[in-house]
């Protein structure tokens, strides 16, 4: 096990997936309009347009109105059986009590992304993989706030490929109402960018 | 065939209501089935089918109004979650007493009182106990993907006409929020009120040339005429529990131990099962896709070949009662749940089988 120093990502190689019956069991965690809903689907949407069996199971209750968000995407090449989880493959941390409560559910040799914004206590896992990636500040500096979300699923499609690029671009399409549709590229842009901004923090 | 969407259990009730014949819904907003009355306002399908959607004051109102409709032989529906629908159960009574033919989709919330939005399965009891006063039953299906919230809506309105009795679609919030794949039935025209009144011509849509008006009531003040009203009932209900008993198996025919569960449970449930046959146990999963009539016969058959059974659901131990009444003491029956809103984990049921069948 071995810290990783911080480098460029053109290093950057996806984790390991087994293809031949991929199940990828994924948490979104974060404040409600941080978009972690939205990302949810698109991600659910890109699964659609691959072909694989998708669930998107979101809080609705109480921390959907006014705090914490979060939701869980599985996608899959069978068909699902349970839709909630109490372990998670991936887990896409973007506050810190979100940090707090999903943290320990990530499997063992799973993945950890999270936005650095805003964190009072770093993740401490050694037996995870875990990226860091500084959506907010990059966003906000390129004057595309509103696209903060797709700068973390590009980070995450760079380490866990686990659709491709051009099926999140149909997902996005599918999930956008038209009057959005405009605003498609602009969400392209951040997806690429958010590829070139993953720092690798801790590397099994 | 349509296309493959994807979309929440709520929405697919909506959509399927529009593409099988649905002539009128009447409901009232509430947590979690609001997407319901949300995705059939914004679909307009009063455009497209001529289909009415009305919100109505109340849920009592609402269950008046199908029950109004119902008595035109319209296909009429509703949807509510717990509290709602127990504003409803007056009403459920009266249309089961009159023998009319509706739908009602119940996206159950936790309880008692106002409880909590999160999902629950504690209107077990409330469907398939009564609920409403007087012997009546509600047929009663337990869609356990967003698919089925779309293919058990379809089958809920020909259930309920074959019968003349009303269906209720027991999903919980679990089911009617998540999105998944599903596939819409094709469009399936209304029914014109000349078709109405050849097919059903108890209809009271207007005497048109008979001497004699048709009456709706569920009202029979002569005790032998009620009895007789009863017995026709109670026959109507033999015929339903022959011919209409559904159910779903999961690795049942090598178990050694059988988890019971419908709905959103059955779907934790076989993860649990995945989870425990990699572990060498031979668990299997026996899911009653109808509630009313319930599958007796058939748990009754896997409890001369099991050791022991475990019923799994989202409340404090309901449909436990009617798996040990088809168990009938063969072998040990017992329960794992939590309630109030709270979900049960695949590996929580993993380790209640261990505790509570594996000794």
């Not at chain 1, 460029?8 to 087994?18: A, D, E």
């Not at chain 2, 014949?21 to 609001?34: H, L, V």
């Not at chain 2, 058959?301 to 099991?306: G, I, R, T």
């Not at chain 2, 022991?308 to 409340?315: A, D, I, K, P, R």
């Amino acid at each position: 096990m071995k810290r990783v120093p911080m480098f460029g990502t053109s290093s950057i190689r996806p984790l390991k997936i087994n293809y031949s019956r991929m199940k990828e069991e994924i948490i979104i965690a974060g404040f409600g309009g941080q978009g972690v809903l939205s990302m949810g689907k698109i991600l659910a949407y890109s699964g659609l347009m691959q072909g694989k069996e998708v669930s998107w199971m979101p809080s609705y209750g109480p921390e959907q109105r006014g705090g914490t968000a979060n939701v869980t995407v599985i996608l899959s090449d069978e068909k699902i059986s349970s839709p909630i989880l109490q372990e998670y493959d991936t887990a896409i941390i973007l506050n810190q009590p979100s940090l707090d409560k999903f943290e320990p559910r990530i499997k063992k040799g799973g993945t950890l992304l999270y936005d650095g914004h805003g964190f009072v206590r770093e993740p401490q896992r050694t037996d995870i993989n875990i990226y860091r990636i500084d959506a907010l500040e990059t966003s906000i500096a390129l004057n595309m706030a509103k696209t903060f979300n797709m700068f973390i699923l590009g980070g995450l499609l760079k380490i866990r490929p686990i659709v491709e690029i051009d099926n999140v671009l149909l997902g996005l399409k599918k999930s956008l109402p038209e009057r959005h549709h405009h605003l498609l590229a602009q969400n392209e842009t951040a997806l690429r960018k958010g590829m070139e901004i993953l720092i690798p923090i801790h590397v099994l | 065939m349509e296309e493959v969407k994807l979309m929440k259990g709520n929405e697919a009730i909506a959509e399927a209501a529009i593409r099988c014949g649905c002539d009128g819904y009447f409901g009232y907003p509430i947590t979690p089935q609001s997407e319901v009355l949300e995705t059939l306002m914004a679909l307009e399908p009063w455009n497209k089918t001529g289909m009415v959607v009305l919100q109505a004051e109340s849920e009592t109102a609402s269950i008046n109004m199908v029950y109004g409709g119902a008595a035109c032989g319209k296909r009429v529906m509703t949807s509510s979650s717990s509290p709602g629908i127990s504003l409803m159960q007056e009403g459920l009574s009266y249309i089961a007493g009159a023998e009319l033919p509706c739908v009602v989709v119940n996206v159950t919330r936790g309880g008692p009182g106002l409880g909590t939005i999160q999902p629950s399965q504690s209107d077990y009891f409330q469907t398939v106990k009564g609920g409403g006063h007087g012997d009546y039953k509600l047929i009663t299906l337990a869609p356990a993907s967003v698919q089925e919230m779309s293919d058990h809506l379809c089958l809920a309105f020909d259930l309920a006409f074959k019968y003349r009795n009303p269906v209720m679609v027991l999903s919980d919030g679990l089911i009617g929020q998540m999105m998944e794949k599903v596939q819409l039935p094709d469009y399936q025209p209304r029914l014109t009120n000349e078709e109405i009144r050849e097919k059903y011509p108890w209809a009271t849509l207007g005497k048109n040339g008979r001497a004699k008006q048709n009456i709706i009531t569920s009202l029979e003040l002569v005790s032998e005429e009620m009895e007789k009203v009863n017995n026709r009932l109670q026959q109507k209900y033999r015929e339903v529990e022959a011919n209409e008993v559904r159910y779903e198996t999961f690795l049942c025919d090598d178990a050694d131990y059988l988890l019971v569960a419908f709905g959103s449970s059955a779907r934790i449930c076989q993860k649990s099962v995945e989870l425990l046959r990699e572990e060498g146990i031979k668990v299997g999963l026996f899911r009653p896709i109808t509630l009313y009539p319930y599958p007796v016969a058939q748990i009754h058959e896997y409890a001369k070949q099991v050791k022991g059974m475990l019923s799994v659901e989202m409340n404090a131990g309901q449909m436990v009662e009617d798996v040990r009444l088809a168990v009938n003491g063969l072998v040990p029956v017992e329960f794992y749940g939590r309630y109030g809103g709270m979900i049960p984990t695949p590996e929580e049921i993993v380790k209640a089988v261990k505790e509570k069948l594996i000794i």
